[in-house]
């Protein structure tokens, strides 16, 4: 069999490079934040590599949906549970 790595190309080679770097579990961040406080002075930091990201709240521990909404550039944005998120620039991916 040949490596998969030598035939991947664009995000996919970007993310078995990633894999291959040690980023096992999170190369393109997408892992589950645990909430701090969610006030509006202590909010959930949502990182983001484009303008713009959809945002994923799970409002209660053992909610059966979660409430989504999208989080733009420099922006703050609070849930209806109350809890608050705000926009953080990603550093580019190496
Ligand atoms: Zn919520």
């Given at each position: 069999m040949t490596d998969p790595l030598e035939h991947a190309t664009g995000l996919v080679k970007q993310e078995l490079l990633s894999k291959v770097a040690g980023?096992?579990?999170?190369p393109f961040d997408m892992r589950v934040y645990k909430c701090v406080s969610g006030d509006s002075s202590n909010q959930t930091m949502v990182p983001s590599f484009y303008a713009s990201r959809l945002v994923g709240c799970?409002?209660?521990?053992?909610?059966t949906c979660v409430n989504r909404m999208w989080l733009h550039t420099g922006e703050a944005k609070r849930c209806e549970c109350g809890y608050w998120f705000k926009f953080d620039d990603a550093k580019p991916m190496v």
């Open positions: 980023n096992e579990q999170n799970i409002c209660e521990e053992d909610a």
